[in-house]
């Protein structure tokens, strides 16, 4: 088989084609990587990976946060889960239609995920990516100079709290009454040295900003960064598998109709204690 690389029609990612990601050589690894780094997306369709095969192929990139876990409206017993407000699942999964990169709540922000699909709804359900560092590099000169220095705190108490929902402590991955990190809102990427806007729904409270200010900071940056030619959105076909840098991507997903079954497998990766930590302050 031949690899072979096609640009998306945006300012970052590639479908890759021609590769068994299930059964991939160090050699073929070692081209995925710098690949994974130069486009920060790539899109591999047809894979059908086992769920033995994405925990391995994933776990070449470091280890995971979790482990290899489901995500959509199909219950363990099979069945479809109700469009239900009261129920945890649906209130995460309709948070995570705001734009966020994965984990920035947490004391150490993941760097990269592996997803997958296995059973997708006839329409929406989609996922979109957006470029942060187009996004920084075509802010004017005068925000690069205002935001250079600050940072925001992140929360997923908070952000779920601005859809209506408020989650109780220990009632789910990242409610675990963790202290918000702050983080820079402009991060160098550890390996390309390249920056990248560090935003998302999970960002609050600019220091030094009052909240209304943060808000309407946080709010413009986004809107402004997650638009074309800086935006990919991805529609399902079942044996699809995609690799995305969480360190410079922001991503969100689409509704669907929850009568529709949409199960997909994300294999989170865990990020580099050195380089993505965000710092703790005393409140
Ligand atoms: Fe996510």
């Not at 005068?142 to 109780?168: C, N, T, V």
């Not at 991060?187 to 943060?214: C, F, M, N, Q, V």
């Not at 598998?241 to 865990?270: Q, T």
Request: aromatic share 10%.
């Amino acid at each position: 088989m031949t690899m072979q690389v096609e640009k998306l029609d945006a300012s970052f990612g590639a479908q890759v084609t021609g590769v068994a990601l299930g059964s991939i050589s160090d050699t073929g690894f070692d081209q995925i990587y710098d690949l994974w780094l130069e486009h920060a997306l790539l899109v591999f369709p047809g894979q059908h990976l086992t769920k033995g095969e994405q925990e391995a192929f994933a776990s070449r990139f470091g280890e995971l946060e979790f482990e290899l876990s489901p995500i959509g409206n199909v219950k363990k017993d099979g069945t479809l889960r109700v469009d239900d407000d009261s129920d945890n699942v649906v209130q995460i999964l309709k948070g995570n239609e705001g734009w966020h990169y994965d984990s920035t709540y947490m004391e150490i922000q993941a760097l990269a995920t592996v997803f997958t699909a296995h059973r997708v709804p006839s329409k929406g359900g989609q996922t979109g990516w957006a470029d942060m560092r187009s996004a920084y590099t075509a802010l004017k000169d005068d925000l690069k100079i205002k935001i250079e220095d600050l940072s925001a705190f992140h929360s997923l108490y908070h952000s779920q709290r601005k859809i209506g929902h408020d989650p109780k402590t220990g009632s789910g991955y990242g409610f675990d009454n963790q202290q918000p990190p702050l983080r820079p809102l402009v991060k160098i990427h550890p390996e390309t040295g390249l920056p990248a806007l560090l935003i998302g729904r999970h960002a609050y409270d600019i220091a030094g900003l009052t909240e209304h200010e943060s808000e309407r900071l946080l709010g413009e940056l986004t809107n402004f960064a997650c638009q074309p030619p800086r935006l990919y959105i991805h529609s399902w076909t079942v044996g699809d598998a995609v690799l995305w840098d969480n360190r410079c991507l922001m991503h969100r997903a689409y509704p669907w109709d929850f009568s529709e079954a949409r199960e997909m497998w994300l294999a989170r990766i865990a990020g580099n204690p050195q380089t993505e930590s965000g710092s703790a302050v005393s409140l």
